[in-house]
């Protein structure tokens, strides 16, 4: 009989609901939810029916009425003229006219028999007519969600308790859009059938879902829960409704009260049955009523809602869950990274049982609040940052900062409570000193694993001092101002980890990744306290924060390294192929073009012809320079140095003036620069030549870092200030060839013109 009984109440909810909302539809007419009020001078708002069209539209008690439009177009006394907002002048009515027959009204805010007026805002009834039109749509959406509903659990989606009920279950998600029309309309009975029609569904399904526990006593408890929770509700909603005021935060407590309603006894109903899915099946089932009626508060997200309680039981729950299962188990954290070649004071297991005592007190402090979400929260956040960091996600030189990482990220969300009874009582100085000391504390593990990658001994020493000494300064600083020790907080881990960033490893340079990656690590502890500045918690930050890491190392990092080295490589190979091309060329024209000459040569010799014998010998002469500009062995075997003197010697005869060379090159660099170097020197010197005037200087040095710089300088009339960036464009080809040179190999290349004139032109390289 409960079946038919209960799929009886449901049709019979549906039946009056859709009675309610199609006839509100149908009238086309909407309550604007206010009184008037007035005294002979003037007109204000009396009353608002609370959550009606009025109250919706912003309109509040004592407002004052500027001007009113009524449905007939007859005319309102007015009285005498006001100020209107520093300009012009309006003449309020003097008589209040019913709610039914206003089409527009114009409220503003001034002082009861003031002459000024402050702002102005508008009621407009054919607004909400329009709105109050379109809702016949939302009817007809919640009857197909209804039928969809129906439809589902008699498919055994939900197994054999929903498919009896499914009418009723139906009907329940159905019934909240059916009334919404009424609510539209804005009368006290339709606002009172928005709130009673879910009240009364949460009720059905309630009685309906503790029905199935096996045990009497518990099913007369679940439905006695029910029935003393749906009383409660209407009670909220007759206070709601009868208030004198316009309350505000009695609605959440309503719609969490009906959300009880159904909730309540399907959790009694779940206790009886033995399996997971079986539990949160019913619990899916309890949550319905209330995922409908968030129609009324959020639009139509109750069809993704009830989508979501409902599609999940299509999935193979037991098989993902063993495979999830078996895959953790399945799941080796490897060995974290070499330590670095510095000398750890402490010792990665202290400084990790260190975090830990720090993670117990703050979960200690926290729990001693009322509220534990937060601690929870902050535990499985913390775990899952150093799960994340073990697992490689920030490289696999920072798996030793799981541990402490993990913590600074989850204390400030643990001490959230405490922050919240500081905020709502007074407390003493020591328990605000706790909410800047504690974050501290949980960054000092942070601080010590960037101090132990400092090279240095000394620099390693004193930045973590610097850090316990920051420490303690916050715990002193901390009792009066709690925002500014947690600014100081979150210099603890940055001081060390500046100077591990800057400073190079005792092997070589740091790379300029492995640099933001400890300035990376550095800021997160402080990022991770911006939780604790807000009157609000808003743990967005650092979420954005670590998200921001993931994305930055794993898709922005990892890639941007690759395409460098393929960049690289590509140049290199572009190298390469010019080079071999060159070479290719040079044995070309000696083996073939010089060959043809020499014999030319000789022929002419015999023949007795001395002038073409001189033409030929000046033509061969020239293409054994080109072959030596072509294919350098002077460079390959002794240098950039000796090529760059033999270079100037050649070009001295050429130039009109002195061309000396001034070099220091105790070291010889990797042979792509000193190719480059050459290349760019043999250009600029042309181009000296050719459009510049001695004296010529060349410079080229090597320091014992490996740092390559080349200059070259003439004292002509100077490049045009706008050469080197339209080389292309230009068609100078000799710029574009220095340019490409100097970006083949990593280098800066300045080309400028002396102000007293002349032009300079430098390459400089450093060792990556």
Request: net charge neutral.
């Amino acid at each position: 009989m409960l079946p038919l009984r209960g799929a009886s109440v449901a049709l019979f909810l549906v039946a009056a609901a859709g009675i309610a909302g199609v006839g509100a539809w149908a009238s086309g007419s909407v309550d604007l939810g206010l009184q008037l009020t007035s005294d002979r001078s003037e007109v204000r708002v009396a009353d608002v029916t609370p959550d009606g069209i009025a109250a919706r539209d912003g309109v509040f008690p004592g407002a004052l009425v500027l001007d009113v439009e009524t449905r007939d177009g007859g005319l309102v006394p007015r009285g005498r003229p006001r100020t209107f907002d520093g300009g012009g002048t309006i003449s309020p009515p003097i008589e209040a006219l019913p709610q039914s027959e206003i089409a527009v009204l114009t409220l503003g805010y001034g002082d009861p028999g003031g002459q000024t007026v402050d702002g102005a805002s508008h009621l407009v009834r054919d607004d909400w007519e329009r709105r109050l039109s379109t809702t016949i749509w939302i009817v007809a959406i919640g009857l197909g969600l209804g039928a969809a509903v129906w439809w589902a659990l008699r498919r055994r989606i939900a197994g054999p308790l929903a498919r009896h009920e499914a009418v009723a279950f139906g009907a329940v998600v159905a019934a909240p859009h059916l009334v919404i029309p009424a609510i539209f309309a804005g009368s006290s009975v339709g606002i009172a059938a928005g709130y009673l029609v879910p009240t009364a569904g949460a009720l059905l399904i309630g009685c309906i879902l503790a029905r199935r526990h096996l045990d009497r006593a518990w099913r007369q408890t679940g439905i006695s829960a029910a029935v003393v929770l749906a009383s409660l509700a209407v009670l909220l909603v007759v206070r709601r409704l009868t208030s004198q005021s316009l309350p505000n935060g009695d609605q959440f407590q309503l719609y969490a009260m009906i959300a009880a309603i159904s909730l309540a006894p399907a959790a009694i109903a779940a206790l009886a049955h033995s399996t997971a899915r079986e539990r949160t099946g019913i619990l899916s089932l309890g949550l319905l009523p209330i995922a409908a009626t968030t129609a009324i508060t959020r639009d139509l997200t109750s069809a993704s809602l009830v989508a979501a309680l409902l599609g999940w039981q299509l999935l193979p729950v037991e098989r993902i869950t063993a495979v999830i299962s078996a895959g953790i188990r399945r799941i080796t954290i490897p060995a974290a990274a070499a330590a670095p070649a510095v000398a750890d004071p402490i010792g990665r297991d202290r400084r990790d049982i260190a975090a830990y005592i720090v993670a117990g007190l703050t979960a200690a402090v926290g729990l001693t609040q009322i509220d534990t979400w937060a601690v929870i929260i902050g535990l499985w956040l913390g775990a899952a940052v150093g799960f994340a960091i073990r697992r490689g996600f920030l490289g696999s030189a920072w798996t030793d900062a799981a541990v402490p990482l993990g913590v600074a990220a989850a204390v400030p969300i643990m001490l959230l409570p405490l922050q919240a009874f500081q905020t709502e009582f007074a407390i003493g100085p020591a328990a605000i000193a706790v909410m800047a000391f504690i974050p501290a504390l949980a960054a000092l593990p942070v601080a010590h694993l960037l101090a132990a990658r400092i090279g240095d001994p000394t620099w390693r020493r004193r930045s973590f001092i610097a850090s316990c000494g920051l420490v303690t300064m916050i715990a002193v600083l901390g009792a009066t101002r709690t925002v500014q020790g947690l600014a100081l907080a979150g210099f603890v881990a940055v001081i060390p980890g500046a100077i591990a960033a800057l400073a190079d490893r005792p092997d070589g340079p740091r790379g300029m990744p492995e640099r933001l990656e400890t300035l990376a690590v550095a800021l997160t502890p402080g990022v991770a306290m911006t939780v604790l500045t807000y009157s609000v918690p808003n743990p967005f930050v650092l979420i954005a924060w670590l998200v921001a890491l993931v994305v930055w190392r794993r898709f922005t990092l990892a890639p941007l390294l690759g395409l460098a080295a393929r960049t690289q490589q590509q140049r290199d190979l572009a190298v390469v192929a010019v080079e071999t091309e060159r070479a290719r060329l040079a044995a070309d024209l000696h083996d073939d073009a010089l060959q043809e000459l020499s014999a030319l040569v000789r022929r002419l010799d015999a023949a007795g012809d001395p002038e073409g014998a001189e033409l030929a010998r000046g033509v061969a002469e020239r293409l054994r320079a080109i072959c030596s500009d072509l294919r350098l062995p002077l460079l390959d075997d002794l240098g950039a140095g000796p090529a760059l003197e033999w270079l100037v010697a050649r070009i001295r005869p050429l130039a009109d003036g002195d061309v000396h060379l001034e070099r220091t090159d105790p070291t010889r660099p990797p042979s792509g620069v000193e190719l480059a170097v050459f290349r760019v020197a043999q250009e600029a010197l042309a181009n000296a030549v050719k459009h510049g005037k001695a004296p010529i200087t060349v410079r080229y040095h090597v320091d014992p870092a490996g740092r390559v710089s080349l200059s070259v300088d003439d004292a002509g009339p100077g490049i045009d200030a706008q050469a080197a960036d339209s080389a292309l464009s230009a068609g100078h080809m000799g710029v574009a060839n220095m340019q490409q040179r100097a970006e083949q190999i990593g280098g800066l290349l300045d080309i400028r013109r002396w102000p007293t004139g002349g032009t300079h032109v430098a390459l400089d390289w450093r060792p990556q």
